[in-house]
């Protein structure tokens, strides 16, 4: 059994040890202590293999401290509504990577959703341009809107924002995966018109994360 294998069967042991039956509860967790003892795994290890990070890419961005305003509020939706925490990262090929960490439900849904609503909101973005054109070309125009539409969407999903004691058992997994704790993210700030951002919570008001994605149909479920 290799320790991956050995990790599952552990937690698994775990789980049953939590059983009303005292009998069966005290033979799960003499097996799952016999496992850790025979594996060389700690209870730390155990707990934090629930949790895993996958990414999203961003070609149309150059890597860079700035943070886009549209993929800083994309990702602020994916926060709120599964519960994950995000670290930016630079691509191999020199772009904004997003990483997601979380729990492997959370997380499948936080990565498939960023793509989802990063392409919405550009193709509001890009019907606003064809009924205004006017307004292409004006500084900070686009993330005034991007953040009206992001924000009204946001406004539709639960908090599953992670709490005190789910946010260290996350810092503890990124440890894990970099090797030495992160500094804070530079996002820095941006002059908004009120009048644009309105109007993209106005646009955003049609758009939910559970709602059909592309010609298949296809759903995004289990938000809460």
Same mark, same amino acid.
């Given at each position: ?9 552990? =937690? ?13 509860? *005290?033979?799960?967790? =003499? ?15 155990? !707990? ?12 149309? @961005?150059?890597?860079? =401290? ?21 670290? #930016? ?14 729990? %492997? ?7 498939? *959703? ?9 193709? *509001? #973005?890009?019907? @606003?341009?064809?009924?205004?054109? #006017?307004? %292409? ?11 009206? #539409? ?16 789910? %946010?260290? %058992? ?5 440890? !894990? ?21 309105? !109007? ?20 995004? !479920?289990?938000?809460?």
């Amino acid at each position: 059994m290799d320790r991956n294998k050995a990790i599952d069967r552990i =937690r698994k042991c775990l789980a049953l040890s939590k059983s009303p039956n005292e009998h069966e509860a *005290a033979a799960a967790l =003499r097996q799952a202590q016999k496992l850790m003892q025979a594996h060389g795994i700690d209870p730390d290890e155990v !707990e934090l293999s629930v949790y895993v990070s996958d990414f999203v890419d961003h070609n149309d @961005y150059e890597f860079a =401290r700035r943070k886009p305003m549209i993929i800083v509020c994309v990702c602020a939706i994916m926060t709120k509504a599964f519960g994950v925490q995000v670290v #930016w990262e630079a691509s191999p090929t020199g772009k904004h990577r997003i990483r997601y960490f979380g729990k %492997k439900a959370n997380v499948l849904l936080a990565t498939h *959703a960023h793509t989802v609503v990063y392409r919405a909101v550009n193709r *509001a #973005w890009s019907q @606003y341009l064809k009924e205004k054109p #006017w307004v %292409k070309g004006v500084r900070n125009a686009r993330a005034s809107f991007v953040h009206g #539409w992001c924000s009204q969407v946001a406004e539709k999903v639960a908090d599953l924002s992670p709490d005190e004691e789910e %946010k260290e %058992k996350l810092d503890r997994k990124k440890r !894990e995966h970099y090797g030495h704790d992160l500094d804070a993210a530079k996002i820095g700030t941006r002059s908004v018109y009120t009048q644009l951002q309105d !109007e993209g919570a106005v646009t955003g008001r049609d758009f939910s994360i559970n709602m059909p994605v592309g010609s298949n149909k296809k759903y995004l !479920e289990d938000l809460t």
